[in-house]
């Protein structure tokens, strides 16, 4: 019989997406969570989270940069006459897992559905390489696609967005804003951030934010994983104010340069109220953002678009938002 490693909280049955309830209790349950292992880099070869869609087709090839590589998603078809988008996309994983390889399918769908060159960043991962060097990696891949796309891509240096998810939405929101820093600055023209890591302070004693208490319970992204995978990224607590490691604290004249938004955040999440409060950041400053939450939804239906209704609708929806702001 199957030990159940993940098994529901009764104090959640009843909150949860149907579908999702269904598929946790059929499948995920059963999957060993990552941080109550000892630690081994073997462990981001287990299979990544299940019930992802198939990755649709687009031509796809991989390019090295100084210390990793990126992975290239270029529609098929004419470019438009001044070049394709370009998207820029760091995956999930907590900056300890997940790969290049890890959200391929995402990455086809904002490849086909929004019409643009996908770059995907295989970002180097914690504990082995802890904070900052993720976001050195994230600015490097800016400049480069900045710099290079035009001629190795057929991309379009002036439409450059950026995107992630969770961890990955961490990056390419600090990402934007390290642009903005640059000299001369890279015009990034839109953020889409999916469940984004904003506030690496947040805890269940956090009264702003009460999604960590009230959603404590809830399966895939509890408190006591989030630690894990803070604690191998910035094992320095004095780092976890810093707004390249968390972007919600970034000044207002800096966050005053970011670009417009689209946040997907999930109802069931710890990270749910970090994302809607930067969202609100960014509106007080003057900057267009629309914030999705997606009710009954745990962290992870991102990655489960194949299996789960509202996975497919996140996607989707992402995908639109994408497409609107290359227009």
């Given at each position: 019989m199957s030990i159940a490693h993940q098994p529901l909280h009764p104090e959640v049955v009843d909150r949860?997406?149907?579908?999702?309830?269904?598929?946790?209790?059929?499948?995920?349950?059963?999957?060993?969570?990552?941080?109550?292992?000892?630690?081994?880099?073997?462990?981001?070869?287990?299979?990544?989270?299940?019930?992802?869609?198939?990755?649709?087709?687009?031509?796809?090839?991989?390019?090295?940069?100084?210390?990793?590589?990126?992975?290239?998603?270029?529609?098929?078809?004419?470019?438009?006459?001044?070049?394709?988008?370009a998207f820029l996309f760091y995956h999930g994983g907590g900056w300890t897992l997940g790969s290049i390889n890890s959200e391929n399918a995402f990455c086809s769908n904002m490849c086909v559905r929004a019409n643009c060159v996908v770059v995907s960043v295989d970002y180097r991962l914690a504990p082995e390489h802890k904070y900052p060097i993720a976001v050195e990696d994230t600015v490097e891949s800016i400049q480069w696609v900045h710099t290079k796309g035009k001629e190795l891509l057929g991309t379009n240096p002036n439409k450059i967005a950026v995107g992630g998810s969770s961890s990955g939405g961490n990056l390419a929101a600090i990402g934007a804003l390290k642009s903005a820093e640059l000299s001369p600055p890279i015009p990034i023209i839109f953020q889409l951030l999916i469940v984004p890591v904003t506030d690496n302070t947040a805890s269940e004693t956090n009264n702003n934010q009460p999604s960590w208490k009230e959603n404590e319970n809830t399966p895939w992204l509890g408190p006591e994983r989030m630690r894990w995978f803070v604690n191998n990224y910035l094992p320095n607590k004095e780092d976890w104010t810093k707004w390249d490691a968390s972007p919600i604290f970034a000044p207002e004249e800096l966050l005053a340069k970011a670009p417009n938004a689209w946040i997907g955040v999930c109802e069931m999440d710890i990270l749910r109220d970090e994302g809607i409060a930067y969202g609100e950041k960014l509106k007080k400053l003057g900057k267009e953002v629309e914030t999705k939450v997606y009710k009954g939804a745990p962290h992870p239906i991102m990655a489960m678009d194949g299996r789960l209704s509202i996975g497919k609708q996140m996607v989707t929806e992402a995908s639109e938002a994408l497409a609107k702001a290359f227009q």
């Open positions: 949860l997406d149907p579908e999702y309830r269904q598929f946790h209790e059929e499948v995920l349950q059963y999957i060993v969570p990552p941080h109550t292992l000892p630690w081994s880099p073997e462990i981001r070869n287990a299979p990544a989270v299940p019930g992802s869609s198939s990755v649709l087709d687009c031509e796809i090839k991989d390019y090295p940069l100084s210390h990793t590589s990126v992975r290239a998603f270029t529609p098929k078809g004419t470019p438009p006459a001044d070049g394709w988008p």
